[in-house]
């Protein structure tokens, strides 16, 4: 009795939800040696307290506009910081001399070309987004065999440890 | 890597030690304006040759401003303008760059132009204009060192202070950011140290040290002494220290602030009302801060001492002990939509708390002997980069008014007083 009402309870809130929002992927440039970071890690690039990939060289950190909802979702999801605390951060580095702030991005689509382009960029997008521009492991599994080259993908995807 | 960290740290203070002792003389205002100036201009022009589309060069080159225009009216006293009327002293401009010269040097510099009527000194000036050496970093430490002329950055609101959007409020907590003492406490010409250290298990820690002076112009002297100080105010150096600590994963933020700083008084020969003098001010704080998604909390609980000998007359010694605290909350009523709470306790003697001695052996009202305010307010985020804010301010006492030293009781000649303004804000 207890697990039906439990079952029904479940199906109610599941006819309320949302259709199903699509993960967020890290995207960083092919040539950064960085395969996966930690939360905590992610966290210190996006408020600037880690400022070098782990050879040393810099990362250019990319966002997307303040209103954008795929960076609210970053933000609260996958730093776990509200956007409005990110804004205060890179305001008093941006306007106190202290620093250099991300620098925004107006669309999705611009930014993957950023990433693609400057070395040791990073920047976040949806998986599906990711999936169009990009193989699959699946892909990559199956074609390994015919090119190794071709197969890399345009940015690499970074693997956040938590 | 912590060993090369403390290396790289007493290399560098030996050099700050030699470079502190004349930076006072290389920071002259013809200097830092064209400091800023020729950032602008090289940044743009390099940007202006590289023939590619290159994200690089914007990251190499950066370049942001502000302006905020308001509305504001105070009854009950001369905190803005004498006649008491509305006012348009409320604006607010700032044009800032940031070039990268090589992976660790970076040049970055601000000029702002500012009227606040009686608040401050109407005009342009260099906010900072600075060198910033990235001395070494790490995954968890990065230690930067400034030269030139940098912002406070010691206080929960100081090096924000200026940016209308970056602030809680239009007119800030006066006790702590007493605007007619701004250009002095807004920043420092001299050598800033920054150590962040970043620990997954203890959190964030910033450890921050600077050492400086600022000019004082004749308009800033007028501010804080009155129009019958003929001579000239300057500041002997400014030693200031502040530990910040953020615990993992934590909406709460924790810091703890000292300043030190010596100025003396150079009577003026031909006439003068006051005779030469030294001042001692010691400044503590300790502040609190709460970020959540709806509500916000923060606080600062302060003490400061000034130790005066001389300009009254010859001889003449006062040491007095000022407390004080504030409290406010910000709520989000909508993404764009947030309210304001804010409540401030001041007193400039904490042996005289409600100014009855001050009375008594000067003949000043009492009540320039404190500061309290209530403050309500809201701000509206039109877009990314505009907001409206308005705000209303319940005070109670004259110990935040200018002139400092030689109170107005005819132009102050209430106990209470309210105030309020309206501000709109651009940013890029």
């Known amino acids: 009795m207890i697990k039906h009402l439990y079952l029904s309870i479940l199906l109610i809130i599941a006819c309320f939800m949302p259709a199903q929002l699509s ?44 209103q954008h909802d795929l960076h609210n979702r970053f933000a609260k999801e996958r730093l776990q910081i509200f956007p409005y605390q990110l804004n205060r951060i890179w305001n008093k580095l941006t306007y106190s001399g202290l620093g250099v702030a991300p620098i925004i991005i107006d669309s ?8 693609i382009n400057t070395p040791g960029s990073i920047g976040y997008i949806y998986e599906k987004t990711l999936a169009s521009i990009q193989p699959t492991e699946s892909d990559k599994e199956f074609d390994v065999k015919d090119d190794q080259q071709g197969n890399q993908g345009v940015v690499n995807v970074i693997k956040i440890e938590d | 890597m912590l060993s090369k960290l403390k290396t790289n740290i007493v290399w ?27 950032i602008i201009f090289s940044g743009a022009a390099h940007a202006e040759t590289e023939k590619n589309y290159n994200q690089s060069t914007i990251q190499d080159f950066q370049l942001h401003g502000f302006i905020a225009l308001g509305l504001i009216d105070v009854d009950g006293s001369d905190f803005v303008n004498d006649e008491e009327g509305l006012s348009p002293d409320l604006t607010e401009l700032g044009l800032n760059t940031s070039y990268q010269l090589t992976d660790t040097v970076r040049l970055a510099g601000q000029v702002v132009y500012l009227n606040g ?16 050496w990235a001395a070494y970093t790490d995954e968890s430490w990065q230690a930067n060192i400034y030269l030139g002329r940098f912002k406070n950055n010691h206080w929960l609101y100081s090096s924000s202070r200026v940016v209308p959007f970056a602030r809680p409020s239009i007119i800030l907590p006066q006790s702590v950011y007493f605007d007619g003492f701004r250009d002095i406490a807004v ?11 970043s620990n997954d298990k203890l959190g964030n820690f910033d450890f921050s040290l600077s050492y400086g002076k600022s000019p004082i112009s004749d308009k800033q002297t007028e501010i804080l002494l009155g129009d019958s100080a003929f001579g000239k105010t300057i500041q002997d ?16 933020r924790f810091g703890l602030s000292l300043l030190n700083s010596d100025f003396h008084y150079n009577q003026n020969q031909d006439f003068d009302v006051f005779y030469n003098a030294e001042f001692d001010f010691q400044f503590y704080t300790m502040n609190a801060m709460y970020e959540g998604e709806y509500w916000e909390f923060s606080g600062e609980i302060y ?28 709520y989000k009523v909508t993404p764009n939509l947030t309210l304001l709470a804010k409540y401030e306790y001041f007193y400039l003697d904490k042996n005289d708390k409600d100014g009855k001695k001050l009375q008594e052996t000067t003949g000043v009202p009492y009540y320039f002997g404190f500061n309290n305010d209530v403050t309500l307010g809201l701000a509206y985020g039109v877009s990314s980069n505009m907001e409206v804010r308005a705000e209303h301010h319940w005070v109670e006492g004259g110990g935040r008014l200018t002139p400092v030293v030689v109170p107005d009781p005819q132009k102050n000649s209430s106990e209470k007083w309210t105030m309020w303004a309206i501000q709109f804000m651009y940013w890029f």
């Open chain 1, 23 to 66: 993960a967020i992927e890290i995207i960083a440039n092919l040539k950064v040696p960085d395969n996966s970071l930690s939360q905590s890690q992610l966290r210190r690039i996006y408020t600037m307290r880690q400022l070098r990939w782990s050879d040393d060289s810099v990362i250019t950190v990319f966002v997307l506009p303040r």
């Open chain 1, 108 to 115: 999705e689509k611009e930014l993957i070309q950023a990433v």
């Open chain 2, 12 to 38: 560098s203070g030996l050099f700050l030690l030699s470079y502190c002792n004349y930076a006072h003389k290389l920071f002259s205002r013809k200097f830092l304006y064209t400091f800023v100036i020729v």
């Open chain 2, 117 to 132: 009527g009686n608040r401050y000194a109407k005009g342009f000036r260099v906010d900072y204009a600075l060198l910033d």
């Open chain 2, 187 to 197: 920043g420092s010409d001299g050598a800033y140290i920054k150590v962040s250290h």
């Open chain 2, 237 to 252: 150096y400014e030693l200031h220290g502040s530990v910040y600590w953020q615990p993992t994963f934590s909406q709460w």
């Open chain 2, 303 to 330: 003490q400061q001492r000034f130790v005066t000998d001389g300009f009254y007359v010859p001889g003449f010694h006062k040491d007095s002990t000022g407390q004080g605290f504030y409290g406010q909350t910000r």
